[in-house]
T-cell receptor, first 116, second 109 residues
Framework: DTGVSQNPRHKITKRGQNVTFRCDPI?????LYWYRQTLGQGPEFLTY????????KSRLLSDRFSAERPKGSFSTLEIQRTEQGDSAMYLC??????????????FGPGTRLTVL | GESVGLHLPTLSVQEGDNSIINCAYS??????FIWYKQESGKGPQFIID?????DKRQGQRVTVLLNKTVKHLSLQIAATQPGDSAVYFC????????FGAGTRLTVKP
């Protein structure tokens, strides 16, 4: 399978703990995106990378959240001191470098986080 | 503020009928849109996209229509099948995707 993969698929943690998620994009896709989705809502943008450079961060990305893409391939999203409001599906997407600013984004299956 | 939104939260159709899912957007400068399908427990799946220099684009059993005058986008699914049951999102390309809340399509056998 050459699609976007995410690990773990599910994570249950206690409030105050740190969690880290991993995303492996489609090979040779140089753009990688993180989104968060809560029940009944559309995905909300968090941040994105072009290669290893983090180009944009949403205001949703508080200082407890940090994302990295150290070698321009896989990415990690860490949430420190988790809160119950962090419970959501965390989605990763990747896209090739498009022309004219248009980029088809392909999503992974997501990591469902539950904070108790 | 600017938003991408959908007219109806749910849509129920009979198997074999055509489905039409609508979306309104408010940013007149939007130049690219994508429709995604999301099944329960899965990530959004790319269906079809359209650029603002087009009015219509067709795929396999799906057609997207763009009306820039009224800032309206629609997704038409021909001969709807039970496997089409899912939540459908329109999304606006901001470099990243800005999603609306979604429409749940239910196909009755």
């Amino acid at each position: 399978d050459t699609g976007v993969s995410q690990n773990p698929r599910h994570k249950i943690t206690k409030r105050g703990q740190n969690v880290t998620f991993r995303c492996d994009p489609i090979s040779e896709h140089n753009r990688l995106y993180w989104y968060r989705q809560t029940l009944g809502q559309g995905p909300e943008f968090l941040t994105y990378f072009q290669n290893e450079a983090q180009l944009e961060k949403s205001r949703l990305l508080s200082d407890r959240f940090s994302a990295e893409r150290p070698k321009g391939s896989f990415s990690t999203l860490e949430i420190q001191r988790t809160e119950q409001g962090d419970s959501a599906m965390y989605l990763c997407a990747s896209s090739p470098r498009g022309t004219g600013g248009f980029n088809e984004q392909f999503f992974g299956p997501g990591t469902r986080l539950t904070v108790l | 503020g600017e938003s991408v939104g959908l007219h109806l939260p749910t849509l129920s159709v009979q198997e074999g009928d055509n489905s039409i899912i609508n979306c309104a957007y408010s940013n007149s400068a939007s130049d690219y849109f994508i429709w995604y399908k999301q099944e329960s427990g899965k990530g959004p799946q790319f269906i079809i996209d359209i650029r603002s220099n087009m009015d219509k684009r067709q795929g396999q059993r799906v057609t997207v229509l763009l009306n820039k005058t009224v800032k309206h986008l629609s997704l038409q699914i021909a001969a709807t099948q039970p496997g089409d049951s899912a939540v459908y999102f329109c999304a606006e390309n901001m470099g990243w995707m800005r999603f609306g809340a979604g429409t749940r399509l239910t196909v009755k056998p």
